[in-house]
């Protein structure tokens, strides 16, 4: 008689995801032949034979597999193994998606305030505000030339006139 009904790939739960191929092999340990088997998903039979391929699967195939194997001896009684309970649970690849996006939005947001925290700190660093005192061993700068009537500089005209 047929004993010991086993499903590869093991164990009792198996996560996947949607659109991986998933293909299951049922066997026995100790059984005549010919042996039969026979594929339930919870409970009810799906398929016939030692392999059950989903292909692709989506969240649909989620459930609980067994195989049941069977073989009769002296041509009238009828044996039956019932492998344990194989619990694929599928994960659709959308989560999966969305949490990419969601870190990809968050290191964008990082890159930017750093981005922000660097231009500041430029900013903060060449203002307008004398940095030192002036050297003195440095000569003096050349008195600028006086200007004379009408002479343009940086585009203002400047006149002259004597006040009192």
Same mark, same amino acid.
């Given at each position: ?5 086993? *499903? ?8 996947v #995801?949607a659109g991986?191929?998933?293909t !299951?092999? &049922?066997s026995?340990?100790?059984? +005549? ?6 594929? !339930?998903?919870? =409970? ?5 034979? /030692?392999?059950?391929?989903? =292909?692709?699967?989506? @969240?649909?195939? +989620?459930?609980? %597999?067994? &195989?049941?194997?069977?073989?009769? !001896? ?7 193994a019932l ?8 994960? /659709?690849?959308?989560?999966? =998606?969305?949490a990419?996006? @969601?870190n *990809?939005?968050?290191?964008?947001? %990082? !890159? ?5 925290v660097? =231009?500041? &700190?430029? #900013?903060?660093?060449?203002?307008? *505000?004398?940095? +030192? /005192? ?9 008195? /600028?030339v ?11 005209v400047?006149?002259?006139?004597? @006040?009192g």
């Amino acid at each position: 008689p047929v004993a010991n009904a086993t *499903i590869t790939p093991g164990p009792q739960a198996h996560q996947v #995801w949607a659109g991986d191929p998933v293909t !299951l092999r &049922c066997s026995v340990q100790v059984g +005549s032949a010919p042996v039969t088997f026979t594929w !339930l998903r919870d =409970g009810r039979e799906v398929a016939q034979g /030692p392999l059950l391929e989903l =292909g692709d699967i989506d @969240v649909g195939h +989620s459930g609980t %597999y067994q &195989c049941m194997a069977t073989n009769q !001896l002296d041509g009238h009684r009828v044996f039956q193994a019932l492998s344990p309970e194989l619990v694929l649970e599928v994960t /659709p690849r959308g989560h999966w =998606g969305t949490a990419v996006a @969601v870190n *990809i939005g968050r290191a964008l947001l %990082y !890159l930017v305030l750093l981005l922000a925290v660097i =231009g500041g &700190c430029h #900013w903060w660093h060449h203002r307008d *505000i004398p940095h +030192s /005192p002036p050297d003195p061993h440095r000569a003096p700068p050349e008195p /600028p030339v006086p200007l004379e009537e009408g002479e343009v500089l940086d585009t203002h005209v400047v006149g002259s006139e004597r @006040v009192g």
